[in-house]
């Protein structure tokens, strides 16, 4: 097939064709969504080594696994899952959640519920103290603001990447959101 | 503060951003924030710094070509 068809060619015809051992198919399917598959290896593992290691791993799992890619969910959220399993395989070197979490209550007062939230929006328009704000912020936090909020993933198939109801990834976000703005906070204080 | 609870504003502000509410919770928070000043405020930041997000780190970087040719490398090297 041409070249050029093949860059117009939908994900799921492209699969397909991987799957019969096509790899300029699977060249563009790579091209397509290896930046979604390092950022999100990269919000996990923290490490560009890590994330770079998940990134092949990612795709050669993919390459290998073509034929059993069912269509349930789109091919960027198979891949995302697959790197989801690498990484965390990879050993996540971020501070993980605290067991105990706190309630959504004290986390609002965290982010600046009742003080001086507008400190944190002139924060928020820096874009390197925003990067670090994300980065400093549990893995948990940090892949579904990466899925949700940089990918623009649904939340139905964000829910099942993660295996959680949307229910839960629902919760999870909004508690995400309110640590992100609660490091912005933290971050404006300690400057 | 008659009507709906602060605290259950602040637990509802993700599905009030992501339009996830029916219009009856949405009237129930517009009024609540008519009258709140800090939950007002607060809300304006969450949803700000939100929006701000997507718009600064919203695009992924480009891989730096190292790890784009080591990729492509590794995946010429499978059988």
Redesign the interface.
């Known amino acids: 097939m041409p070249a050029q068809q093949s860059k117009d060619e939908p994900d799921a015809e492209l699969i397909v064709r991987s799957s019969a051992g096509d790899r300029q198919a699977f060249e563009v399917l790579v091209s397509r969504h290896e930046q979604a598959v390092y950022r999100l290896a990269r919000a996990i593992t923290r490490t560009n080594e890590d994330a770079e290691d998940v990134l092949q791993e990612t795709f050669l799992s993919a390459f290998r696994a073509a034929e059993g890619y069912r269509g349930t969910a789109s091919v960027r959220t198979w891949l995302l899952t697959i790197a989801r399993h690498a990484a965390i395989r990879y050993g996540v070197r971020a501070a993980r959640l605290p067991t105990a979490d706190v309630s959504t209550e004290d986390l609002g007062l965290e982010a600046g519920w009742g003080s001086d939230p507008e400190t944190i929006v002139i924060r928020a328009q820096r874009e390197q103290l925003l990067k670090d704000a994300l980065e400093s912020l549990p893995f948990q936090d940090r892949e579904i603001l990466v899925l949700r909020e940089l990918e623009g993933i649904s939340g139905d198939e964000v829910a099942q990447l993660l295996g959680v109801s949307r229910t839960a990834m629902k919760s999870r976000l909004h508690r995400a959101r309110l640590r992100l703005l609660a490091k912005l906070k933290k971050e404006h204080a300690n400057a | 503060m008659a009507g709906i609870s602060?605290?259950r504003v602040?637990?509802k502000?993700?599905?009030y951003l992501?339009g996830?509410l029916d219009p009856d919770e949405v009237s129930q928070i517009n009024e609540h924030v008519t009258a709140c000043d800090?939950?007002r405020?607060?809300g304006?930041?969450?949803s700000?710094?939100?929006q701000?997000?997507?718009e600064?780190?919203?695009e992924?970087?480009?891989?730096d070509s190292h790890?784009?040719q080591?990729?492509?490398a590794?995946?010429r090297a499978?059988g």
């Open positions: 602060c605290f602040l637990d502000l993700s599905d992501d996830a800090e939950c405020r607060f304006a930041a969450f700000e710094v939100i701000r997000l997507r600064h780190l919203g992924a970087e480009p891989l790890v784009r080591r990729l492509r590794r995946l499978v």
